[in-house]
């Protein structure tokens, strides 16, 4: 089989272990709701056994906590103040891919960085780049006005299962394209999205992101 064959069928396996991850908790989501829609068993079945047909998160699926290093805290501080870190009002979209709870933040290494300025409305227009992403082994940020609540959904069961940490940024127009000019990505409208076509060179890359819940930190690699 030639190289081309082989990197198709990884491709094409990654996607579908990022669907299977996203399917098996909807359905894990379904049972839960059924289960809290049974009426009150009441006092005669105060004693009665808790079903266990709906798993509990394992330790490996809980999200994950991972706070700046006082190295990072420091060297935070000194790229803001020589203007190599910027403070943007890019929000987290998505309270439940926080790995901080106070403040409520979520932090993330050395991603690639996508910015689409026209909102993402479909899992099927990102799937190739979380592809992409786990492929290389990296974290991703999603960076646009508004995103799907499916694509939502798949960042944080993915994240909770360890496959791939993806940041969904929500910012205006103007805040996607600094962003864009500081981390080097290249903005890509929907069409493009949806047609598939994203060459390498529209990814930049940051450093560091901190997104909070009203502003976000982006540290840009140097130039």
Known sequence: MDTLGVVGILVVGIGLLLIAAWADWRSERRAREALAAVPDRGEAMADAPTPTYVPEPTPDELPRRSPLTEDEAAALARDLATDDARILP???????????????????????????????????????????????KTAIVLVAPSFDTEVLDVLHINAQRGL????????????????????????????????????????????????????????????
């Open 164 to 223: 791939l940490q993806g940041l969904p940024l929500a910012a205006d127009e103007d805040t996607c394209r600094q962003l864009a000019e500081q981390t080097g990505a290249t903005p890509v409208p929907r069409s493009d999205l949806q047609s598939g076509y994203l060459p390498h060179a529209i990814y930049g890359r940051a450093l560091l992101v901190v997104a909070g819940l009203d502003q976000s930190v982006v540290v840009a690699p140097p130039q």
């Open 90 to 136: 890019a929000v987290l979209a998505d309270e439940r891919l926080a790995t901080n709870a106070e403040p409520q933040r979520a932090i993330v290494r050395g991603p690639l960085v996508m910015v689409c300025h026209e909102g993402i409305g479909s899992l099927r227009e990102v799937l190739p780049t979380l592809e992409r992403a786990a492929q290389q």
